[in-house]
């Protein structure tokens, strides 16, 4: 099992936390949803250090049962969706270096830690990403039912956006933790569309570039909603396509 070592972050290694922490917060400020912004507070970060996954494992574990699983790198679909179906969360323990500082093409400790984290403290959306891991696992054999759900992961928890209070709130964690991301989302040019379950599983989704699109909840309920649904797709003869249109396919070709 791999270790934080927290020993070993270098005085660099502190400084990046440091000054994106302060950057991404100033960027937030009304831009972020409330859960995520009680929950950075409840987590107890803070800018002067690199947040000890011990530490916030144990506030995690007391709040909503989850704990982070520290790793190297990317991980494949069985061993992602198998952490989120035990509430592990998979943080990277490497931060990106200052030559990195704007872009890097794996996901580091900021983004894992500062994007994700605060939202597990949440009750409904940790249930949320449990429901989704737990629904993954039993579809790992069926390229198809992945696509699927990576779409919703993508779409949602990497780059979702909620109405709250008549006002569109960011959510996701690659919006959260990238100044490049929020700027091209809050942008005239960016594309905001009311999130419908048929559309996003319709939609292809990378992380290899900013998002030419953004899905809107109009509510956190919608977001179990979608999870449930999805399950019950996977589970019959039929495909969502846009506007809730139910088209059957041959069980074979899933």
């Not at 323990?93 to 093409?105: A, K, L």
């Not at 979702?160 to 996701?172: A, C, D, K, P, Q």
């Not at 989302?185 to 599983?201: E, H, M, N």
């Amino acid at each position: 099992m791999l270790q934080q070592h927290y020993d070993r972050y270098t005085t660099q290694d502190q400084l990046v936390w440091k000054v994106l922490f302060d950057r991404q917060t100033a960027l937030l400020h009304k831009r972020a949803c409330q859960a995520f912004a009680d929950g950075l507070q409840r987590i107890g970060f803070h800018r002067n250090a690199i947040p000890n996954f011990e530490e916030t494992s144990e506030r995690l574990r007391k709040a909503t049962g989850w704990q982070l699983e520290p790793v190297a790198g990317m991980l494949n679909d069985a061993e992602f969706f198998g952490l989120l179906a035990q509430r592990k969360f998979p943080a990277t323990v490497w931060i990106r270096s200052m030559e990195q500082f704007d872009f890097i093409e794996e996901p580091d400790l900021f983004h894992g830690v500062f994007g994700h984290v605060p939202l597990l403290m949440d009750k409904a959306f940790a249930d949320f990403l449990h429901f989704l891991g737990h629904v993954a696992a039993q579809h790992l054999d069926d390229a198809v039912a992945l696509k699927r759900l990576e779409r919703l992961y993508g779409f949602t928890v990497q780059f979702g956006l909620v109405e709250e209070n008549g006002s569109t709130r960011m959510y996701g964690a690659g919006l959260l933790s990238s100044s490049g991301e929020i700027h091209h989302c809050i942008a005239d040019a960016s594309t905001r569309r009311p999130f419908d379950l048929g559309t996003v599983l319709d939609t292809p989704y990378s992380e290899e570039h900013l998002q030419e699109q953004y899905f809107v909840l109009p509510n956190w309920e919608q977001l179990t909603g979608s999870v449930a649904e999805l399950a019950a797709l996977l589970a019959s003869d039929y495909e969502l396509k846009p506007g809730k249109q139910l088209v059957e396919i041959p069980r074979n070709n899933k």
